[in-house]
């Protein structure tokens, strides 16, 4: 069974002092719920992860970065390395969103050193791609997301999967209000799965967790999470207040 996962991204957002609200409120809230078979995340800023691990120690909530710089160490001022972040107990890492390809040029070549410097240091990462507007238009979609998961992932082994999770967000659904329907997601998550079956195994296709993101909200999440490729979602915007966080988590 593919586990189910809701991730909250947060971005350039929350203060210390604001996250361990934040963190303290969402534990209050899903402590009584039945997660079974689901992964609760948040992504804060990095100068606030150490803090935001000890304060979600003991509940479900998992805490994991937005990105990291994919060198051991040395001459890379402003980065932040794999180790870095295991020795503060974060295991987990937010690779090739949108914002950062967009804004911080990001590259899939890049993208895909960063991944090997995750499987090298037996981390996991929840790894974001998705086409811009304009692809879309033209009717590129599929080819523009193969073209991504093809150069940033397609050179591991079927089983480096397992340290993969898949995050299809469509740049144009991102922060906009605008979300992909629920058809258009299920439609791009069985080609992703498909075209991995094609690449390595059914099983490999069948055990990869795929999330959804853009403008994911409490009023729409359960349609779309009840698709059957649908695994979960990475949550921007709906992730900053706990009572939305927590509706988007009892849709799962
Ligand atoms: P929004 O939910 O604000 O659209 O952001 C989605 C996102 O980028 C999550 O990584």
Same mark, same amino acid.
């Given at each position: 069974?593919?586990?189910?996962?809701?991730?909250?991204?947060?971005?350039?957002?929350?203060? @210390?002092?604001?996250?361990?609200?934040?963190?303290?409120?969402?534990? @209050?809230?899903?402590?009584?719920?039945?997660?079974?078979?689901?992964?609760?995340?948040?992504?804060?800023?990095?100068?606030?992860?150490?803090?935001?691990?000890?304060?979600?120690?003991?509940?479900?909530?998992?805490?994991?970065?937005?990105?990291?710089?994919?060198?051991?160490?040395?001459?890379?001022?402003?980065?932040?390395?794999?180790?870095?972040?295991?020795?503060?107990?974060?295991?987990?890492?937010?690779?090739?969103?949108?914002?950062?390809?967009?804004?911080?040029?990001?590259?899939?070549?890049?993208?895909?050193?960063?991944?090997?410097?995750?499987?090298? /240091? @037996?981390?996991?990462?929840?790894?974001?791609?998705?086409?811009?507007?304009?692809?879309?238009?033209?009717?590129?979609?599929?080819?523009?997301?193969?073209?991504?998961?093809? /150069?940033?992932?397609?050179?591991?082994?079927?089983?480096?999967?397992?340290?993969?999770?898949?995050?299809?967000?469509?740049?144009?659904?991102?922060?906009?209000?605008?979300?992909?329907?629920?058809?258009?997601?299920?439609?791009?998550?069985?080609?992703?799965?498909?075209?991995?079956?094609?690449?390595?195994?059914?099983?490999?296709?069948?055990?990869?967790?795929?999330?959804?993101?853009?403008?994911?909200?409490?009023?729409?999440?359960?349609?779309?999470?009840?698709?059957?490729?649908?695994?979960?979602?990475?949550?921007?915007?709906?992730?900053?207040?706990?009572?939305?966080?927590?509706?988007?988590? @009892?849709?799962?």
């Amino acid at each position: 069974m593919r586990t189910k996962i809701v991730a909250g991204n947060w971005k350039l957002n929350n203060t @210390k002092e604001e996250s361990k609200t934040l963190i303290k409120d969402l534990k @209050k809230a899903i402590e009584d719920k039945k997660l079974k078979n689901t992964r609760v995340i948040v992504a804060p800023t990095f100068v606030n992860l150490a803090s935001s691990v000890k304060t979600a120690k003991k509940s479900k909530i998992e805490v994991v970065a937005q990105n990291m710089h994919q060198a051991k160490n040395g001459a890379y001022t402003g980065e932040v390395s794999a180790e870095m972040l295991k020795a503060i107990g974060v295991k987990t890492v937010i690779l090739g969103h949108s914002e950062r390809r967009t804004y911080f040029n990001e590259t899939d070549a890049a993208l895909a050193e960063k991944v090997n410097t995750i499987l090298e /240091n @037996k981390m996991e990462t929840i790894f974001c791609f998705g086409e811009l507007l304009e692809d879309r238009k033209a009717d590129k979609h599929f080819e523009v997301v193969e073209s991504q998961l093809s /150069n940033a992932l397609f050179h591991l082994k079927g089983a480096d999967f397992k340290s993969i999770i898949l995050a299809y967000e469509p740049v144009w659904a991102i922060g906009t209000g605008e979300t992909a329907s629920p058809e258009q997601a299920q439609e791009m998550h069985a080609f992703i799965r498909s075209i991995i079956e094609k690449k390595y195994t059914k099983e490999v296709a069948d055990n990869v967790s795929i999330l959804y993101g853009g403008s994911v909200k409490p009023a729409n999440a359960e349609e779309i999470f009840s698709k059957p490729d649908v695994d979960g979602g990475l949550i921007g915007g709906a992730a900053l207040k706990v009572a939305d966080f927590t509706a988007i988590i @009892k849709a799962i």
